[in-house]
């Protein structure tokens, strides 16, 4: 193997298992967001009717674009979601909490998808 080609891998099919961490992660976090709205507002949180309205928005954009992973843009809407849930902390702290730890794991999968696909 000379220096100018890219090291293996080893995957059979590195596209389609980049683009199952993809929607695996976008899946996990729609799950959790439909799962934390009534923790929120037992736990005394002050979510309103328009902070669950964007939990309920984001959650469904994350499972239509785990289904979209094929697409080259749906990397890009993927972190644009990213931004938004951040953005949704402003309905609720937790919610920015939820944006950090699912934006990390993005910029994770994003870093595993270019160190597997260059």
Do not use: C
Request: aromatic fraction near 8%; charge should be positive; charged fraction near 10%.
């Amino acid at each position: 193997m000379t220096s100018a080609e890219p090291p293996r891998s080893g995957l059979k099919n590195p596209q389609a298992a980049v683009r199952g961490l993809g929607a695996g992660t976008l899946v996990l976090e729609a799950i959790v967001l439909l799962l934390g709205i009534q923790p929120i507002r037992i736990m005394g949180g002050d979510l309103t009717g328009w902070g669950v309205a964007s939990v309920i928005v984001l959650a469904v954009l994350a499972a239509l674009l785990a289904g979209l992973m094929r697409r080259p843009w749906a990397w890009h809407a993927g972190t644009g979601l990213q931004v938004l849930l951040l953005a949704s902390g402003l309905f609720h702290w937790s919610l920015a909490v939820l944006g950090l730890i699912f934006g990390a794991a993005w910029v994770y999968a994003l870093y595993v998808r270019r160190t597997i696909l260059g």
